[in-house]
């Protein structure tokens, strides 16, 4: 099959590439030259593990291509899927310019039957304005031409993209026309082989999904989040509660471990845009803005708790920091925790040192020389008067505690993301401040 990719991100490059791995003739459009170039040359913009083989691969093999030639693309494709980012406005609305653009020029190349789908995250109604701008591109043509627009919501997580994408929990695709559903459902075949998780249902329905699956699952973030400050209050441990109620297999146990907030490109973006859906419709979604709420404060919460020990005033302070990207296995920084930490230390005259395995391009544009980076994240623990904690990633699990207490002026831990236990930190001489623990500082 013949499938076009329009955007070529995070979720335009890992389906695009994932389509191709699958057999398909897959061409990848973006508007950006530069980026296309690099794409050509093997230079792929994002971190992703396992994407860059991938793409390699299916380039030698001739399956996937990368080109700014919107024109020749829609000519040569029947599925054309729109992956182009939708950025929140002000007021935390999604901005749809960029999947119009998309929707708009296929429509003034479109000559027969296409499927448009909207892969981009989309606030209900989208498909309805997708259709309506292809059908005014044609009619300046004076041309008249079936299509159909369809809503397939994308459910990747960052670090783990490439098996969401072929092996998926659920397929889901918005489309009231069986002839698109069955073409679809083609489309998808290689990904079904062990099991059938194609679930059609009406475009409204779809694009609705993938706000509720998101915000659902940043209201688990949330929740915890809560509950493990009430725990440092009145001295309960949040990893058993963890425990308890996770294996209620109503609850389940994913989701439910706290630390310093969600990120990324997706559980924020999302729920706002799912409140201002509401408000648009006159529906005061006061969870969503409770669950959004919470994670602003959470941000904040370790930093509170760096001052509480520390002082107001950390003028002199060096702090060592270990992971800066939102969640392991990514470079993405886009609404990270330890932006708020990092600005609130900066702020107050603190030196900062930081390592992360993937994100130190990302920093260096957000900071530039404001903080300090370390290629090796021992080197950062050099004379540092305390190590703080915001990316779990697997290097960090494991330290030579010893090791680290000779490099660090002052054996100090401020974990976000609970790697440690608090028990064994204070037999080996650390003080160590946790999330929702009893910390033996």
């Known amino acids: ?42 230079v792929v913009p994002i971190y992703e593990p ?11 093999q001739r399956r996937l ?23 929140p406005g002000t007021d935390g609305s999604a901005d749809l310019q960029y999947v119009m653009d998309v929707a708009r020029s296929i429509g ?48 990747l997580k960052e670090g783990a993209a490439i098996n969401d994408f072929m092996n998926p929990d659920r397929v889901v695709v918005g489309t009231d026309n069986p002839r698109t559903a069955a073409l679809m459902k083609e489309l998808y075949a290689p990904f079904m082989r062990k099991e059938e998780r194609f679930l059609v249902m009406d475009v409204r329905s779809a694009e609705m999904t993938k706000y509720a699956a998101n915000s659902m699952l940043a209201a688990k973030i949330s929740f915890m989040n809560e509950i493990a400050k009430l725990c440092e209050q009145v001295g309960a441990n949040v990893d058993e509660v963890r425990k308890g109620i996770g294996s209620d297999s109503r609850i389940g ?35 969503l803005q409770a669950i959004e ?18 002082g107001e005033d950390l003028a002199g302070y060096r702090f060592g920091i270990w992971g800066l990207s939102f969640k392991p296995q990514t470079d993405d920084m886009r609404e990270a925790p330890s932006r708020v930490i990092i600005n609130g230390l900066l702020a107050a005259g603190a030196r900062i040192v930081a390592n992360d395995p993937a994100a130190i ?64 930190m204070k037999d080996i001489g650390f003080k160590y401040y946790s999330i929702g623990r009893p910390n033996n500082g």
């Open 1 to 42: 099959m013949k499938v076009s990719v329009f955007g070529s991100g995070y979720v335009g490059l890992v389906a695009g590439a994932c389509f191709a791995e699958s057999g398909n003739e897959v061409i990848c459009v973006d508007i950006d030259q530069a980026r296309i170039d690099g794409l050509n040359k093997g």
């Open 50 to 60: 396992g994407l860059e083989e991938m793409i390699k691969r299916n380039m030698r």
């Open 65 to 87: 291509q990368f080109s700014t030639d919107a024109i020749e693309a829609v000519k040569t494709s029947l599925y054309h899927f729109i992956a182009v980012g939708t950025p």
């Open 108 to 155: 003034e190349s479109m000559e027969d039957y296409k499927i448009i789908v909207d892969k981009s995250t989309v606030p209900v109604g989208t498909a309805d304005k997708v259709r309506e701008t292809v059908t005014e591109a044609l009619k300046a043509r004076g041309m008249k031409v079936e299509f159909d627009v369809v809503s397939n919501p994308e459910f």
């Open 253 to 287: 146990p994913s989701f439910l471990f706290p630390g310093i907030g969600y990120g990324g490109s997706c559980f924020p973006k999302d729920v706002q845009a799912l409140i201002q859906t509401g408000v648009g419709n006159g529906c005061k979604m006061d969870l």
């Open 293 to 310: 709420s919470v994670n602003n404060q959470q941000k904040s919460h370790l930093l509170k708790m760096i001052r509480s020990v520390c």
């Open 361 to 424: 391009n990302e920093a260096r544009a957000i900071w530039g020389d404001a903080i300090e980076y370390r290629e090796y994240y021992y080197d950062v623990l050099k004379d540092v008067d305390a190590l703080l904690i915001f990316t779990e990633w697997n290097e960090y699990r494991r330290p030579d505690f010893e090791r680290m207490k000779t490099l660090m002026k002052t054996p100090l831990i401020f974990d976000g993301r609970n790697l440690f236990q608090p028990g064994k």
